[in-house]
């Protein structure tokens, strides 16, 4: 008997238009002799086939395992359909809604298939810089507008010769409908100036700027998502020069480098490593550095670490051939300044940091840094989420309605929901000056307008210093709810891990505001979307001169120190207190006594800031977090003593920080080597929280931990806690889809702002 002719319906829904889908669907559908159609709609792509039973099964089962690297498929919904009789399968072209709803993909790495053209000296794309096609290279940096169209591209000003946009609009091509498609003929092209905007007339301005790095000059590079200033990693006066000019004392600098085997050279790199630097996505992976090694020390100074990534554009790989170990690819910025894009401003901005500028022609729309992923506990720990993985949306468990997250201060993203999907922007950067508070607001027009959302409820921080929650007070015709920053730390993580109900949520950071007006960090909560409310903190300490107590770690443990000695203080042998002027800490100790300019503080942050300045590791900080992560780098693993610690019961518990600090104190005395007492004072944290947790589940019942704040980007912390709830049976749940640090606070705010309105 002839086999059954049946018909069925696929909706497909997810990350499905922009990203080569159709032509693949239009592929498959051959490859199993399926006749019917293929087309985009205003939530995702549906697919009419007809075949035998066995063949529609097949195409099913590989729509899901084989789809094209940009796409992500969150439901395949598939229903019976009336047999037509259609002959040959074919592409519908997407209008109206269809095409104005496609999810843009974000800029990922370039592709095997174009690299292989690349270094392919018969292809007529050899050499070229801009090579892409549908599964790779730029897409959220160059759009303006919707549809997804060239036009709306800044690769409008490139009509296609006939050869590419034959590729173009043949759908069995890998380029098919790829924006950015282009070569030689029609496309971009790079070209070398100086910094006084002279151009230099060379045959290849690529091996020009190689061997202008290999003689030691900064060169700024335009990419993807803006400029990166490079030099020789291994070129110690080179380095030195870039952190002088750039105004970046001792923050580690991002390495780039050809391939692994020249990455394996000087640092360690496992399996999970290899995976996460070969991903599409090609972010900044921390790496064990191996010893000795080749590397600038000025690289990553005190740091265990290199971050290091491989190549993403084809210019970089064309750059990297040059037989470099690593070159030094740190953002094209001022500190604290966002990363030039526009040739112009580069040259104005970072004249005085390059000597030279490799340049091209093809707008960047919306700059976006480099991601960094770092392996902690067994997950990708995002430290940065931007370019590769914005605008990848966090997909909810319920539709919610559409909101706008302002985010906080530092390490600034704002985030847009829409139905179902959390739309996290690229990182923004600190909300300290004018150039950073105006890429804060064209990110948010950038966004609304290419997801056509005019969101109803603005949610911010309540901190009102905050130039996120100032924009947010100025805007009009529109509610605005503010969420307290822990609580949002807490909810974000419960929403990437699509938990509900109450948790216990321990959020541990540097700076928040609280409800009572005092700058909390150290907080154990019982939270969930509507509401929260404190267990546990950390006792409040007096934080001498405010914020400049954040780039003065000595002045924390000057009030550490007097909190648990008092005038005693004075008799300690630390040498903290000889190399600081008595001047200097009388006056200090006098504002913490008269309460003068030192608001309270129950931040987790600032006690590891304390301690490093107590054990001699830092006194001041070049760059936020950098005490605490120093102690962090110098504890020795082996050691499993814990210090004595306290607290105290009540309707809220207070943790003392007192015995913890006196016996870091003693053994200071005793001549115990730092790396100890680091250990120590970690171990001592984890055995505390545990503690706590078990104190607060046997009142509660509440099983479920959530762990969340800038404070968990401390690897020995965050694996050492979950080992040690999930020996106590807890539910532990971590971030993995966003940063712990304020990177990922506005999915928390969108989501606090949601309940609190619908309640």
Same mark, same amino acid.
């Given at each position: 008997?002839?086999?059954?002719?049946?018909?069925?319906?696929?909706?497909?829904?997810?990350?499905?238009?922009?990203?080569?889908?159709?032509?693949?669907?239009?592929?498959?559908?051959?490859?199993?002799?399926?006749?019917?159609?293929?087309?985009?709609?205003?939530?995702?792509?549906?697919?009419?086939?007809?075949?035998?039973?066995?063949?529609?099964?097949?195409?099913?089962?590989?729509?899901?395992?084989?789809?094209?690297?940009?796409?992500?498929?969150?439901?395949?919904?598939?229903?019976?359909?009336?047999?037509?009789?259609?002959?040959?399968?074919?592409?519908?072209?997407?209008?109206?809604?269809?095409?104005?709803?496609?999810?843009?993909?974000?800029?990922?790495?370039?592709?095997?298939?174009?690299?292989?053209?690349?270094?392919?000296?018969?292809?007529?794309?050899?050499?070229?810089?801009?090579?892409?096609?549908?599964?790779?290279?730029?897409?959220?940096?160059?759009?303006?507008?919707?549809?997804?169209?060239?036009?709306?591209?800044?690769?409008?000003?490139?009509?296609?010769?006939?050869?590419?946009?034959?590729?173009?609009?043949?759908?069995?091509?890998?380029?098919?409908?790829?924006?950015?498609?282009?070569?030689?003929?029609?496309?971009?092209?790079?070209?070398?100036?100086?910094?006084?905007?002279?151009?230099?007339?060379?045959?290849?301005?690529?091996?020009?700027?190689?061997?202008?790095?290999?003689?030691?000059?900064?060169?700024?590079?335009?990419?993807?998502?803006?400029?990166?200033?490079?030099?020789?990693?291994?070129?110690?006066?080179?380095?030195?020069?870039?952190?002088?000019?750039?105004?970046?004392?001792?923050?580690?600098?991002?390495?780039?480098?050809?391939?692994?085997?020249?990455?394996?050279?000087?640092?360690?790199?496992?399996?999970?490593?290899?995976?996460?630097?070969?991903?599409?996505?090609?972010?900044?992976?921390?790496?064990?550095?191996?010893?000795?090694?080749?590397?600038?020390?000025?690289?990553?100074?005190?740091?265990?670490?290199?971050?290091?990534?491989?190549?993403?554009?084809?210019?970089?790989?064309?750059?990297?051939?040059?037989?470099?170990?690593?070159?030094?690819?740190?953002?094209?910025?001022?500190?604290?300044?966002?990363?030039?894009?526009?040739?112009?401003?580069?040259?104005?901005?970072?004249?005085?940091?390059?000597?030279?500028?490799?340049?091209?022609?093809?707008?960047?729309?919306?700059?976006?840094?480099?991601?960094?992923?770092?392996?902690?506990?067994?997950?990708?720990?995002?430290?940065?989420?931007?370019?590769?993985?914005?605008?990848?949306?966090?997909?909810?468990?319920?539709?919610?309605?559409?909101?706008?997250?302002?985010?906080?201060?530092?390490?600034?993203?704002?985030?847009?929901?829409?139905?179902?999907?959390?739309?996290?922007?690229?990182?923004?950067? &600190? =909300?300290? +000056? %004018?150039?950073?508070?105006?890429?804060?607001?064209?990110?948010?027009?950038?966004? #609304?307008? $290419?997801?056509?959302?005019?969101?109803?409820?603005?949610?911010?921080?309540?901190?009102?210093?905050?130039?996120?929650?100032?924009?947010?007070?100025?805007?009009?015709?529109?509610?605005?709810?503010?969420?307290?920053?822990?609580?949002?730390?807490?909810?974000?993580?419960?929403?990437?891990?699509?938990?509900?109900?109450?948790?216990?949520?321990?959020?541990?950071?540097?700076?928040?505001?609280?409800?009572?007006?005092?700058?909390?960090?150290?907080?154990?909560?019982?939270?969930?979307?509507?509401?929260?409310?404190?267990?546990?903190?950390?006792?409040?300490?007096?934080?001498?001169?405010?914020?400049?107590?954040?780039?003065?770690?000595?002045?924390?443990?000057?009030?550490?120190?007097?909190?648990?000695?008092?005038? &005693? =203080?004075? +008799? %300690?042998?630390?040498?903290?207190?000889?190399?600081?002027?008595?001047?200097?800490? #009388?006056? $200090?100790?006098?504002?913490?006594?008269?309460?003068?300019?030192?608001?309270?503080?129950?931040?987790?942050?600032?006690?590891?800031?304390?301690?490093?300045?107590?054990?001699?590791?830092?006194?001041?900080?070049?760059?936020?977090?950098?005490?605490?992560?120093?102690?962090?780098?110098?504890?020795?693993?082996?050691?499993?003593?814990?210090?004595?610690?306290?607290?105290?019961?009540?309707?809220?518990?207070?943790?003392?920080?007192?015995?913890?600090?006196?016996?870091?104190?003693?053994?200071?005395?005793?001549?115990?080597?730092?790396?100890?007492?680091?250990?120590?004072?970690?171990?001592?944290?984890?055995?505390?929280?545990?503690?706590?947790?078990?104190?607060?589940?046997?009142?509660?019942?509440?099983?479920?931990?959530? =762990?969340?704040?800038?404070?968990?980007?401390?690897?020995?912390?965050?694996?050492?806690?979950?080992?040690?709830?999930?020996?106590?049976?807890?539910?532990?749940?971590?971030?993995?889809?966003?940063?712990?640090?304020?990177?990922?606070?506005?999915?928390?705010?969108?989501?606090?702002?949601?309940?609190?309105?619908?309640?």
């Amino acid at each position: 008997m002839p086999e059954e002719h049946l018909a069925r319906r696929l909706k497909v829904n997810g990350i499905v238009q922009g990203v080569g889908f159709r032509p693949f669907v239009y592929n498959l559908a051959n490859q199993y002799n399926l006749s019917g159609e293929v087309a985009n709609t205003s939530s995702g792509v549906t697919i009419h086939v007809e075949g035998n039973l066995k063949d529609l099964e097949s195409f099913a089962r590989d729509l899901t395992e084989k789809h094209p690297p940009l796409a992500h498929i969150v439901e395949i919904e598939q229903y019976d359909e009336v047999v037509n009789n259609r002959k040959g399968f074919r592409i519908q072209k997407s209008e109206g809604a269809a095409a104005m709803s496609t999810l843009i993909s974000p800029d990922v790495s370039i592709c095997e298939d174009c690299r292989r053209e690349l270094f392919d000296r018969r292809d007529r794309r050899y050499g070229y810089p801009f090579i892409n096609c549908t599964n790779c290279g730029p897409r959220y940096t160059i759009i303006n507008d919707i549809p997804y169209d060239r036009p709306k591209t800044s690769m409008k000003h490139f009509k296609m010769c006939p050869q590419c946009q034959a590729e173009y609009d043949d759908p069995n091509n890998r380029r098919f409908h790829a924006q950015p498609n282009a070569c030689d003929t029609c496309g971009p092209h790079v070209a070398l100036y100086d910094n006084q905007c002279h151009p230099i007339q060379v045959h290849d301005p690529i091996v020009e700027t190689a061997n202008l790095i290999k003689q030691g000059y900064i060169v700024a590079i335009k990419g993807l998502g803006g400029f990166h200033l490079a030099v020789d990693a291994e070129n110690d006066q080179a380095v030195a020069a870039l952190r002088k000019r750039k105004h970046r004392e001792e923050k580690p600098l991002a390495l780039m480098s050809f391939d692994l085997d020249f990455i394996r050279k000087f640092t360690e790199v496992s399996e999970s490593d290899e995976s996460l630097l070969t991903s599409i996505q090609r972010p900044i992976v921390l790496l064990r550095k191996k010893e000795p090694n080749s590397i600038s020390p000025q690289i990553a100074p005190r740091n265990r670490y290199f971050g290091v990534m491989l190549p993403y554009t084809p210019l970089h790989y064309l750059l990297l051939t040059h037989d470099f170990t690593a070159l030094v690819m740190t953002s094209g910025n001022l500190s604290e300044e966002p990363i030039a894009i526009d040739n112009e401003d580069a040259f104005k901005r970072l004249g005085n940091i390059a000597d030279y500028f490799l340049i091209h022609n093809r707008d960047i729309y919306l700059r976006s840094d480099d991601s960094i992923v770092r392996r902690s506990s067994g997950s990708n720990r995002f430290i940065r989420r931007s370019r590769g993985y914005v605008p990848v949306p966090v997909f909810l468990k319920k539709d919610i309605a559409s909101i706008l997250a302002c985010g906080a201060e530092l390490k600034n993203t704002i985030c847009i929901t829409k139905g179902k999907m959390a739309f996290l922007s690229q990182h923004i950067g &600190d =909300l300290e +000056n %004018l150039a950073t508070y105006e890429f804060f607001r064209l990110t948010i027009r950038h966004m #609304k307008r $290419i997801l056509e959302v005019e969101p109803e409820i603005m949610a911010h921080d309540m901190h009102p210093d905050y130039l996120s929650t100032r924009w947010a007070l100025k805007q009009q015709g529109i509610v605005k709810i503010p969420v307290q920053h822990h609580h949002a730390h807490i909810v974000s993580a419960m929403t990437e891990n699509k938990i509900e109900g109450p948790a216990i949520g321990l959020s541990f950071d540097g700076t928040g505001y609280g409800t009572d007006g005092a700058i909390w960090g150290g907080e154990i909560l019982i939270a969930d979307e509507k509401k929260f409310s404190r267990a546990a903190h950390f006792a409040y300490t007096p934080m001498p001169g405010g914020t400049a107590a954040i780039k003065n770690p000595w002045r924390m443990a000057v009030s550490y120190l007097y909190d648990a000695f008092g005038e &005693d =203080l004075w +008799n %300690l042998n630390l040498p903290l207190l000889q190399t600081i002027d008595a001047k200097k800490l #009388k006056v $200090i100790i006098q504002m913490i006594v008269k309460r003068v300019n030192s608001p309270d503080t129950s931040s987790l942050g600032r006690l590891f800031d304390g301690v490093a300045a107590i054990v001699g590791l830092r006194n001041y900080v070049a760059f936020e977090g950098q005490a605490a992560m120093e102690l962090e780098m110098t504890a020795d693993v082996a050691v499993d003593a814990i210090y004595d610690y306290e607290w105290h019961a009540g309707d809220i518990i207070k943790i003392s920080p007192r015995p913890i600090i006196r016996e870091v104190v003693k053994d200071m005395h005793q001549g115990i080597d730092p790396s100890v007492i680091s250990a120590r004072f970690h171990r001592t944290l984890i055995k505390l929280f545990t503690e706590l947790c078990q104190v607060i589940r046997k009142e509660t019942t509440l099983n479920r931990v959530v =762990l969340s704040g800038g404070v968990f980007q401390n690897s020995l912390l965050l694996t050492g806690l979950i080992s040690a709830l999930e020996k106590q049976s807890f539910e532990v749940f971590t971030h993995t889809l966003v940063p712990t640090n304020d990177g990922g606070i506005c999915l928390g705010q969108a989501m606090v702002a949601n309940a609190t309105y619908r309640s």
